[in-house]
């Protein structure tokens, strides 16, 4: 059964805004309503920032009444702030504002509430596509993981999610009373992506406030739980997404990926411009793909260049992490959903992440690179 926009602009006449009886539909805070092919509905509603808490039973009445119409099969609706330009303009607030809690040592004063139980969220970005990031992504947060941390990952790429392929997982997250997801796990890890609310094939034609409000959603709908580090694997670029999770999120800060030549160093370059410009500290650089050793003879070739991205970060004055070859190993690991890091953590390839890790931990909690990660204790 197809659901139409009409059918969901029915349904919404039914939630008031205030006690004089508005309706949501007739209140003008009502942003478009999309409905994809899978019955999925996607709709924002458009508050001041003071406003995030007396609307929230709004949104939540709003989403109950979608959710109740027979064939809607899910629904992402969440609470949109918009301001005029200038230097106070910010993006969307949070659907669900966490309470107060003290700020976070050197946090941007811009940035969102913290998740509650999360202790460092660090965004892996690019500025462009095909460099390898979510590969990085995967590896880096299992090598965390490997150091003794408490680690999620989330697939913030919503046009190209591809953790789902990574760790080899498919299905849906369960969902929980309050509406909330589980996550999926994968090899130890907390793992969320769009892939598990999507068909494979499906493509994300989205606009630029659809998928902030997937991402936010995703971010904290989702139980966590205790954490040491969130790994967010980004969209590439510098776009809506970039900035929703650089502006209303806590970011530890960032780690950019990029190949070892000079149109990827481009692009990567203009990533951490965006960064510094919105106060997320740059955790390193890493460069990708650098150096491809023949496995018949053992000649080592610099397809990509080498050397490119540690001079970038060094001319930045930005921390360097480490560099990841162009490995066929990684390539097969990573197409079968095997990720090297989980399945052969002592081999050669598995340990250049280990180090990336370590040294990325380092700088975090500003222990020396090589000390000692806490370690989980169940009591």
Same mark, same amino acid.
Not at 231 to 259: E, H, K, Y
């Given at each position: 059964?197809?659901?139409?926009?009409?059918?969901?602009?029915?349904?919404?006449?039914?939630?008031?805004?205030?006690?004089?009886?508005?309706?949501?539909?007739?209140?003008?805070?009502?942003?478009?309503?999309?409905?994809?092919?899978?019955?999925?509905?996607?709709?924002?509603?458009?508050?001041?920032?003071?406003?995030?808490?007396?609307?929230? =039973?709004?949104?939540?009445?709003?989403?109950?009444? $979608?959710?109740?119409?027979? %064939?809607?099969? /899910? !629904?992402?609706? #969440?609470? *949109?702030?918009?301001?005029?330009?200038?230097?106070?303009?910010?993006?969307?607030?949070?659907?669900?504002?966490?309470?107060?809690?003290?700020?976070?040592?050197?946090?941007?004063?811009?940035?969102? =509430?913290?998740?509650?139980?999360?202790?460092?969220? $660090?965004?892996?970005?690019? %500025?462009?596509? /095909? !460099?390898?990031? #979510?590969? *990085?992504?995967?590896?880096?947060?299992?090598?965390?993981?490997?150091?003794?941390?408490?680690?999620?990952?989330?697939?913030?790429?919503?046009?190209?999610?591809?953790?789902?392929?990574?760790?080899?997982?498919?299905?849906?997250?369960?969902?929980?009373?309050?509406?909330?997801?589980?996550?999926?796990? /994968?090899?130890?890890?907390?793992?969320?992506?769009?892939?598990?609310?999507?068909?494979?094939?499906?493509?994300?034609?989205?606009?630029?406030?659809?998928?902030?409000?997937?991402?936010?959603?995703?971010?904290?709908?989702?139980?966590?739980?205790?954490?040491?580090?969130?790994?967010?694997?980004?969209?590439?670029?510098?776009?809506?997404?970039?900035?929703?999770?650089?502006?209303?999120?806590?970011?530890?800060?960032?780690?950019?990926?990029?190949?070892?030549?000079?149109?990827?160093?481009?692009?990567?370059?203009?990533?951490?411009?965006?960064?510094?410009?919105?106060?997320?500290?740059?955790?390193?650089?890493?460069?990708?793909?650098?150096?491809?050793?023949?496995?018949?003879?053992?000649?080592?070739?610099?397809?990509?260049?080498?050397?490119?991205?540690?001079?970038?970060?060094?001319?930045?004055?930005?921390?360097?992490?480490?560099?990841?070859?162009?490995?066929?190993?990684?390539?097969?690991?990573?197409?079968?959903?095997?990720?090297?890091?989980?399945?052969?953590?002592?081999?050669?390839?598995?340990?250049?992440?280990?180090?990336?890790?370590?040294?990325?931990?380092?700088?975090?909690?500003?222990?020396?690179?090589?000390?000692?990660?806490?370690?989980?204790?169940?009591?």
């Amino acid at each position: 059964m197809a659901i139409s926009r009409d059918d969901v602009m029915k349904a919404l006449t039914g939630v008031t805004v205030d006690a004089a009886g508005t309706t949501l539909t007739g209140s003008g805070r009502l942003s478009q309503v999309v409905v994809d092919a899978n019955n999925r509905v996607m709709f924002s509603i458009l508050i001041d920032p003071s406003e995030a808490e007396r609307f929230e =039973p709004v949104r939540r009445a709003a989403e109950g009444r $979608v959710l109740s119409i027979p %064939g809607v099969s /899910g !629904v992402f609706a #969440s609470l *949109t702030s918009e301001r005029g330009p200038g230097p106070q303009a910010q993006s969307p607030a949070p659907p669900r504002p966490a309470a107060p809690q003290p700020p976070r040592p050197g946090a941007p004063p811009n940035q969102g =509430p913290q998740l509650p139980g999360v202790r460092h969220i $660090v965004a892996v970005a690019s %500025g462009k596509g /095909g !460099v390898g990031k #979510s590969t *990085t992504a995967c590896n880096l947060a299992l090598a965390l993981k490997a150091q003794g941390l408490k680690v999620g990952l989330l697939d913030a790429d919503i046009y190209g999610p591809s953790v789902p392929k990574l760790f080899g997982l498919s299905g849906k997250p369960n969902v929980v009373e309050n509406r909330s997801m589980e996550p999926m796990e /994968g090899y130890g890890l907390k793992v969320m992506s769009i892939g598990f609310l999507i068909e494979p094939e499906t493509a994300m034609i989205w606009r630029g406030p659809m998928v902030q409000s997937a991402i936010t959603q995703m971010l904290r709908d989702v139980l966590w739980g205790e954490l040491d580090v969130l790994i967010v694997d980004m969209p590439p670029g510098t776009g809506d997404a970039q900035l929703t999770m650089a502006q209303a999120t806590p970011l530890s800060g960032a780690v950019i990926v990029s190949t070892p030549q000079d149109l990827a160093l481009i692009d990567a370059r203009r990533g951490v411009t965006m960064f510094k410009k919105v106060a997320v500290p740059i955790l390193g650089v890493i460069e990708n793909m650098a150096t491809f050793v023949c496995p018949n003879c053992g000649h080592a070739s610099h397809i990509f260049g080498h050397g490119g991205a540690r001079q970038e970060a060094e001319r930045l004055g930005v921390p360097f992490l480490g560099e990841v070859p162009l490995n066929m190993t990684i390539r097969e690991t990573s197409d079968s959903g095997r990720p090297v890091v989980a399945t052969d953590p002592d081999g050669p390839q598995a340990q250049v992440y280990r180090e990336i890790a370590a040294k990325l931990w380092a700088n975090l909690s500003g222990a020396p690179a090589g000390r000692a990660a806490p370690k989980i204790v169940i009591e």
